[in-house]
């Protein structure tokens, strides 16, 4: 807790005082002093860092397919789907830009998709948006979208030097999960404000219940088993939310 906090701590601090250049880099700010408080604290483990190659090749290899697998995984496809449309919602709200019409909803989710089928081919695990990265663009106001093209071209090169991935390997948990505080809450707050810019009347009973629902049932651990498939979080959420808005009567008027 201690660490987390201390972590938590710096990047409201660069947030809130930063100028210049420390505005960028909170994140970064809020890693490097949780991790020297980690350092402080002895519980950093380097061992895999001189086991790790400065070179290394992902282990490719040719996928399989398994009709167990396959219907294990589609209902599990609906959560990184879901949290596909809210992020770009969410990214919409936060840059002043409607990009469920420009590049269009369609096109950004079919790029994930050929995304997915590309890493599959390569026995990678399936790509979905991250919500923190929401949070981390409305924190530092970095907006154009070429920062993100060239982040991910310099992560798909570091991701070829062992010795740095190892490295990050060595963050402790509570670490990330101070900031990640930060970052969800604020994914949260934004969700909450496109209710309020459509005015959603969250007076209205249906509408309350509505909400409730999909947020216990997103972060209250609520998960349900169909045949040895565990069905939870966002997923869960969404078709709980769908469900209710397609069943529950509209209120009188």
Same mark, same amino acid.
């Given at each position: 807790?201690? @660490?987390?906090? *201390? ?13 210049? =250049?420390? &505005?960028? %880099? ?5 890693? /490097? ?7 402080? =604290? ?8 001189? &086991? ?13 397919? &398994? ?9 599990? #496809? /609906?959560?990184? $789907? ?7 919602? #969410?990214?919409?709200? %936060? ?10 909803? &369609? ?6 998709? /050929? ?19 929401? +949070? ?14 060239? $982040?991910? *071209? #310099?992560? /798909? ?8 991935? $190892? ?12 900031? !990640? ?10 969700? !909450? ?14 509408? !309350?219940? @509505?909400?409730? !629902?999909?947020?216990? =049932?997103? @972060? +209250?651990?609520?998960?349900?088993? =169909?045949?040895?498939? #565990?069905?939870?979080? @966002? ?5 709980? +939310? ?12």
């Amino acid at each position: 807790m201690v @660490i987390s906090m *201390i972590a938590l701590g710096v990047t409201l601090l660069f947030s809130l005082l930063g100028k210049g =250049f420390f &505005k960028l %880099v909170p994140i970064l700010g809020g890693i /490097i002093a949780g991790y020297a408080a980690s350092l402080y =604290f002895g519980i950093v483990d380097f061992s895999a860092v001189g &086991k790790a190659a400065w070179f290394a090749i992902p282990n490719f290899t040719a996928p399989v397919f &398994k009709w167990e697998a396959i219907l294990y995984i589609l209902p599990i #496809a /609906i959560a990184p $789907a879901v949290e596909h449309i809210g992020d770009m919602l #969410a990214i919409s709200n %936060v840059t002043k830009e409607d990009y469920l019409k420009k590049p269009g909803l &369609k096109n950004t989710l079919l790029g994930d998709g /050929i995304a997915t089928s590309v890493a599959s081919l390569f026995g990678g695990p399936p790509n979905t948006t991250y919500s923190e990265v929401t +949070g981390a663009v409305t924190i530092t106001k970095a907006f154009n979208p070429a920062i993100m093209t060239w $982040a991910a *071209i #310099a992560a /798909i090169i570091l991701a070829f030097v062992g010795k740095l991935g $190892a490295i990050l390997s060595t963050i402790p948990t509570p670490v990330m999960g101070g900031i !990640m505080l930060l970052l969800f809450g604020i994914i949260a707050s934004i969700g !909450m404000g496109t209710l309020i810019k459509e005015k959603v009347d969250l007076g209205c009973t249906r509408n !309350m219940i @509505i909400v409730s !629902m999909i947020l216990v =049932f997103s @972060i +209250g651990g609520m998960t349900f088993n =169909f045949g040895g498939v #565990a069905f939870s979080g @966002i997923g869960l959420g969404a078709i709980t +939310g769908i469900f209710l808005n397609l069943v529950l009567p509209q209120p009188r008027a």
